[in-house]
């Protein structure tokens, strides 16, 4: 056997036995069947990203009932009571792709718009809790990789003192960085390239801080979470959770990561679900399997978006099955 074939022997063994490992750790968790009602006569769209909210209502940003937005008039952005019932909508005329989701201190949501035509997208809002539009990043419609531009991003948070971190790029000829404002959209910095380095992306798909300040940013076509400090300097990379699509961080530092697209070509050994665990040390204490038992019969499948209400209950936003799915734990 070559070497190099030895080697890549060696990693697909060593993943397989992480794998192992980590589905062995209990999923004390169940579906909610039917969980948020949508009015009579609309269906779910795709959705990418979930958020909850101060009060500990649970917000979403599904694509119009299919895909995308583009041409569509239906409002994206839902607002659900813990039991499901839908309390407003916003947001119709407004995007082509929303993706990337995040809810603030003060209630205030963020959206990325995640594609662009016909003069919008490419962009980041920040709505009030009620709908008005109180800051845009980016300019409509126009892709780039300047001071005031994004090419597909992907995801948002904001730090304790407002600064805004951009998680700004989805793969292919987008853009592969971090672009950090501050809280009134002034341009700070960016950071990072196309690469598989500490610091450099593929796919920075999602983008979370835990109560220290750190920022975990999900390099998913890497197959790893990347650490950072504030300012952009490299911390450590985590393998233990897959081919993040999604992280969530709640207040008590439980990270959840959504993985939706590790299979066989992807990312041989990892395994689709909802990973809980430690942001502190980045140990994984639970698994929730995908629902799909073959994962290379579809690119993308189970929650792509992850977030969790202040009881500890998990929603999955779903691209794929086009759905809002509700965990909680089993009695």
Not at 28 to 50: C, E
Not at 237 to 260: C, L, M, N, T
Not at 261 to 266: M, V, W
């Amino acid at each position: 056997m070559a070497r190099a074939d030895n080697l890549k022997w060696i990693v697909l063994v060593l993943l397989t036995a992480a794998s192992s490992l980590i589905q062995a750790q209990p999923n004390p968790y169940q579906p909610v069947a039917d969980w948020a009602k949508l009015p009579t006569g609309r269906t779910w769209g795709s959705t990418s990203a979930v958020g909850v909210d101060p009060a500990g209502n649970i917000w979403v940003a599904e694509r119009c009932g299919q895909n995308s937005c583009a041409g569509r008039s239906e409002a994206p952005i839902l607002q659900f009571d813990p039991s499901g019932k839908l309390l407003k909508s916003f947001g119709e005329g407004v995007f082509i792709f929303p993706h990337g989701f995040h809810i603030d201190d003060e209630g205030n949501v963020w959206v990325t718009d995640a594609q662009g035509r016909d003069g919008k997208g490419h962009q980041v809002f920040k709505f009030s809790p009620d709908g008005k539009v109180l800051l845009t990043l980016g300019k409509a419609g126009i892709a780039g990789d300047g001071p005031d531009t994004f090419n597909q991003p992907s995801d948002v948070v904001t730090g304790r003192n407002g600064d805004i971190f951009v998680a700004d790029g989805h793969g292919g000829e987008t853009n592969a960085r971090i672009v950090k404002f501050s809280k009134d959209g002034r341009f700070i910095k960016t950071w990072g390239k196309r690469g598989s380095g500490p610091g450099e992306f593929d796919t920075p798909h999602a983008i979370a801080l835990d109560s220290r300040g750190r920022l975990f940013v999900g390099d998913r076509a890497n197959n790893r979470i990347q650490v950072f400090d504030q300012d952009g300097t490299f911390l450590e990379e985590w393998k233990q959770f897959s081919r993040p699509s999604g992280i969530f961080i709640d207040r008590h530092d439980v990270i959840y990561v959504a993985d939706s697209e590790s299979n066989t070509k992807r990312n041989p050994g990892g395994k689709r679900g909802i990973y809980v665990g430690t942001a502190g040390d980045g140990k994984v204490t639970a698994f929730i399997p995908d629902p799909e038992p073959d994962p290379d019969k579809s690119p993308t499948s189970g929650a792509e978006g992850v977030a969790a209400d202040p009881q500890g209950n998990i929603y999955g936003a779903e691209v794929g099955p086009k759905a809002l799915r509700k965990y909680v734990k089993a009695r």
